[in-house]
């Protein structure tokens, strides 16, 4: 793991607090995107200190997953500045590759590979972008299935396995080149609803070892229980920036009110 993750079995302890002057994991800037002539995100400013927990929410179509790909420039974007650790995102090549080394990204769909094990998923990044010694990549691709809790299906392929299982390998596999954040898109939206508990506790686990995650969903007890902090997104502005407790009691403008009424009313 990362400076930024405790070791497997941590005690969960909150994260200590960064030195002064040590930049925030992510820094947003002014920024500015355009599907054509929809304006997806606009001016948005955010920063996310390391270690934290941030819920993305708001209505389809409000910019959430525009914005959790824009961190890792999945989208680029048309005005402003990104920052990854104090480094800005570059536009494209190596320098580009290696920052997006360093931001895991987990989506809806699961985007292993059909063709390789459950373990050589997992060891295939390490190998070919951090050049790892196979023993080496092998040994923490087994350590890291451990810990989402399907090391016994280290030799099956993806289709032998469950939704939820997919889901936590593609979880492991991320984890495998030792990001300093996690960003995840609607990581449970595919899932069948006995398995998305089973997802979200590996990444409840991951968010008190202190790993910096970016999570867009719609898993309300996930939000509250594992946030520090809560986003509201609606046309593409972020609205509401507060503690997942004073979002989900006293939400303050009417896009949230309605927006909960309906979703907790289900």
Not at 88 to 110: N, T, W, Y
Not at 145 to 152: K, P, Q, T
Not at 219 to 226: C, V
Not at 229 to 258: C, I, N
Request: charged fraction near 25%.
């Amino acid at each position: 793991m990362t400076d930024d993750a405790a070791a497997p079995g941590a005690t969960g302890d909150t994260p200590a607090a960064a030195p002064a002057g040590t930049p925030p994991m992510i820094s947003i800037r002014k920024v500015d995107k355009h599907f054509g002539a929809l304006h997806v995100l606009r001016d948005i400013n955010l920063e996310v200190p390391r270690g934290q927990v941030v819920i993305v929410l708001g209505p389809s179509g409000s910019g959430k997953s525009t914005l959790c790909r824009t961190i890792n420039r999945l989208e680029p974007i048309d005005s402003g500045e990104i920052a990854v650790d104090g480094v800005p995102l570059p536009a494209e090549g190596k320098a580009l590759a290696a920052l997006r080394a360093d931001v895991g990204m987990v989506f809806q769909s699961f985007n292993l590979f059909a063709h390789k094990t459950i373990l050589d998923n997992v060891m295939l990044a390490p190998l070919k972008v951090r050049k790892l010694k196979k023993d080496e990549a092998r040994k923490q691709a087994e350590a890291l299935l451990e810990r989402v809790g399907i090391a016994d299906q280290a030799d099956k392929y993806p289709a032998q396995l469950s939704g939820g299982q997919q889901q936590r390998v593609a979880i492991a596999r991320a984890l495998a080149m030792n990001p300093k954040v996690m960003l995840f898109d609607e990581p449970t939206s595919a899932l069948d609803p006995e398995m998305v508990n089973e997802v979200l506790e590996v990444m409840v686990a991951l968010a008190k070892e202190g790993m910096t995650m970016v999570v867009v969903t719609h898993e309300m007890g996930f939000a509250r229980r594992a946030g520090d902090r809560v986003l509201f997104m609606a046309d593409g502005q972020v609205v509401e920036d507060a503690e997942p407790e004073t979002f989900f009691t006293a939400p303050k403008s009417d896009r949230a009110k309605d927006f909960l009424g309906k979703i907790l009313s289900h």
